[in-house]
T-cell receptor, first 112, second 107 residues
Framework: GAGVSQSPSNKVTEKGKDVELRCDPISGHTALYWYRQSLGQGLEFLIYFQGNSAPDKSGLPSDRFSAERTGGSVSTLTIQRTQQEDSAVYLC??????????FGPGTRLTVT | GENVEQHPSTLSVQEGDSAVIKCTYSDSASNYFPWYKQELGKRPQLIIDIRSNVGEKKDQRIAVTLNKTAKHFSLHITETQPEDSAVYFCAAPSGIFGKGTTLSVSS
């Protein structure tokens, strides 16, 4: 079946602009995660959605970052007033019941 | 919150040698312990996982061992091959990942 998809695959934006990154999880997966990965670095946890529970936003680096998940499916990560340090690959993953995470291909964000 | 520490950060071995990567976690309620492999330019993929009701799990050349008392679990790769070269991550159920281990296998 279809895996996790993300769009766009690449995004180049100017400093100060807002961007929206989209994640389509595997159908039926209740958990959805967003991560940020800078070049050669690890996976930085950003936010976690589980079913209808309040999301765990503890990893969001600043109030410029926000995310929502509509209807328990598609999620959008929004970065306002982008800064150069926001440049990274943003990965989305979904899972059922806290187990194996299936990752999307990521969105490469470049802030110029 | 949950803390996950992974060691070593880099590991270089000769083809055919064994490699061991260790992960320590802080939440004693954790009951699921996965290892992910990320090849260059690709997304992370699960390679092996273990639930807290067992102490060891094997899948061909890879194995994971769990010590719940000490709160650590380890990835063991035997008879390493060049294609094992990648970054390996452990994770907690909360979504927190270790910082990764870059494994280099030279032939």
């Amino acid at each position: 079946g279809a895996g996790v998809s993300q769009s766009p695959s690449n995004k180049v934006t100017e400093k100060g602009k807002d961007v929206e990154l989209r994640c389509d999880p595997i159908s039926g997966h209740t958990a959805l995660y967003w991560y940020r990965q800078s070049l050669g670095q690890g996976l930085e946890f950003l936010i976690y959605f589980q079913g209808n529970s309040a999301p765990d936003k503890s990893g969001l680096p600043s109030d410029r970052f926000s995310a929502e998940r509509t209807g328990g499916s598609v999620s959008t990560l929004t970065i306002q007033r982008t800064q150069q340090e926001d440049s990274a690959v943003y990965l989305c993953a979904s899972s059922s019941d806290w187990y194996e995470q299936y990752f999307g291909p990521g969105t490469r964000l470049t802030v110029t | 919150g949950e803390n996950v520490e992974q060691h070593p950060s880099t590991l270089s071995v000769q083809e055919g040698d064994s490699a061991v990567i260790k992960c320590t976690y802080s939440d004693s309620a954790s009951n699921y312990f996965p290892w992910y492999k990320q090849e260059l330019g690709k997304r992370p993929q699960l390679i092996i996982d273990i639930r807290s009701n067992v102490g060891e799990k094997k899948d061909q050349r890879i194995a994971v061992t769990l010590n719940k008392t000490a709160k650590h679990f380890s990835l063991h790769i035997t008879e390493t091959q060049p294609e094992d070269s990648a970054v390996y991550f452990c994770a907690a159920p909360s979504g927190i990942f270790g910082k990764g281990t870059t494994l280099s296998v030279s032939s």
